[in-house]
Structures are given as structure tokens and as C-alpha cells.
């Protein structure tokens, strides 16, 4: 058995697939190089469908072409700011949603994710997820935006409503270089 806790995107990724079934809809906010929307739409299968989001071209360039050469025909890719997901994914029928921020790997360092556009995303997500579903973020501090970035979204999940909503935080205590941390919120049943 693989050692879960060494690749916190990994990580990330596993307690996502928990809450998600095959022919499930659910949500890519950050696409990027296009892995995490692979693994969603493997784990949904055909019967499913898959709503990614990056702000780049290059990124969905990426996604698109990993999907292609994957055989993968349930993702709508959209090259707009996950802030607009509510336009496209029906409210509460996604059963989860990931968050990968920071930057796209390889590419330009000075586009980031940033912070009030974050939690206006966040939001969105949290309205399209159904009841049981799960939002996931997986969150870098190793750069300036990335830190400031994080300490306002653990200040907004903090004062979730308890009622509605489980936030969770986990981050790798004894690791060098700034590890990626996990947020995952869940909308209780
Ligand atoms: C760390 S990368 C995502 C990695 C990706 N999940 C993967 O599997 O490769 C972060 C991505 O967020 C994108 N991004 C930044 N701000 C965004 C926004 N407001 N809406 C959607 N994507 C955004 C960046 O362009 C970048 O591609």
C-alpha cells in the first residue's frame, strides 16, 4: 500500500474521490496541467460530467489535450475564473469540488489564485455542491500571495455555520519547503 500522506495533492485528491460516485457531476475550479481533471473524470465515468475551470488558455490547452490523448468525452472546459461556476453547474448538483491554488506548474509564476476571488469561488462552490458533498483546497504558502491567501480562507472557513457545514485543515507538521496544506469542507446531511 502507497504511502497516502507523501504527495498532499495525492492526498487531496483520495479523500475527494470518498464522496464521489460514478456518474456523479462535479468540479475542477483550477484545471491547470489538467491531472486533477483527468482523475475526476476517471472517477465519474461516462455516465458523469466534469466542470473545469483556469483562467489561462495555456491551461486548458493542457487539460484538453491530457483528456484527448485519455479518451475522456464528460468534461466542459471554461476558460473563466471559477467566481463563474454558478453560471454553469446547476446549484447542489455536484457532489464535489477541487481547488488546487497557487500557480500552474511551469508556467507564469505571476498568475495566481487571489485571495477575494478564492472565497468569492469558494462560495460558488459551496452552492453547487449537494448535501453530502465535499469542497476540496489544497493550499500553498511558499509564495507572498499563496500566504496571504491562505490565512484569509482558514479565517472565512472558520466562521462557517456549524449547522450546514464541517471544515477540516490538515498540514504536514515536520516538512521542509513549504508542503501544500488541505482544507475540505463538507455539507453535512
Ligand atoms: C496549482 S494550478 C492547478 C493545478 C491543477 N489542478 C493540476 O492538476 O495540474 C492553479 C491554477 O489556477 C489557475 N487560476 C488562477 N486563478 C484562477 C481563477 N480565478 N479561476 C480559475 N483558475 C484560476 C491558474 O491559472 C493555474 O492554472
Not at 483556469?54 to 484527448?68: N, P, Y
Amino acid at each position: 500500500m502507497s504511502n497516502l500522506i507523501t504527495k498532499t495533492t495525492e492526498l487531496a485528491m483520495q479523500i475527494t474521490l470518498f464522496y464521489v460516485e460514478q456518474g456523479d457531476t462535479v468540479i475542477d475550479a483550477t484545471c491547470g496541467t489538467g491531472h486533477d481533471t483527468l482523475a475526476l473524470a476517471e472517477a465519474v465515468g461516462d455516465g458523469g460530467r466534469v466542470y473545469a475551470f483556469d483562467i489561462q488558455k495555456e491551461a486548458i490547452s493542457l487539460t484538453s489535450e491530457l483528456l484527448k490523448n485519455n479518451g475522456c468525452t464528460n468534461v466542459e472546459l471554461f476558460n473563466e475564473s471559477f467566481v463563474y461556476m454558478g453560471e454553469h453547474v446547476p446549484e447542489g448538483s455536484a457532489s464535489a469540488a477541487v481547488f488546487n491554488l497557487g500557480y500552474l506548474p511551469g508556467g507564469d509564476h505571476s498568475i495566481t489564485t487571489e485571495a477575494g476571488a478564492t472565497i468569492e469561488g469558494l462560495r460558488a462552490a459551496l452552492k453547487a455542491i449537494r448535501t453530502g458533498g465535499i469542497v476540496t483546497v489544497v493550499l500553498y504558502d511558499g509564495h507572498e500571495e499563496g500566504r496571504r491567501e491562505k490565512e484569509r480562507v482558514l479565517r472565512w472557513a472558520e466562521k462557517l455555520d456549524t449547522k450546514t457545514y464541517h471544515a477540516v485543515f490538515a498540514n504536514m507538521l515536520n516538512q521542509n519547503n513549504y508542503p501544500p496544506e488541505i482544507l475540505w469542507i463538507t455539507k453535512k446531511r
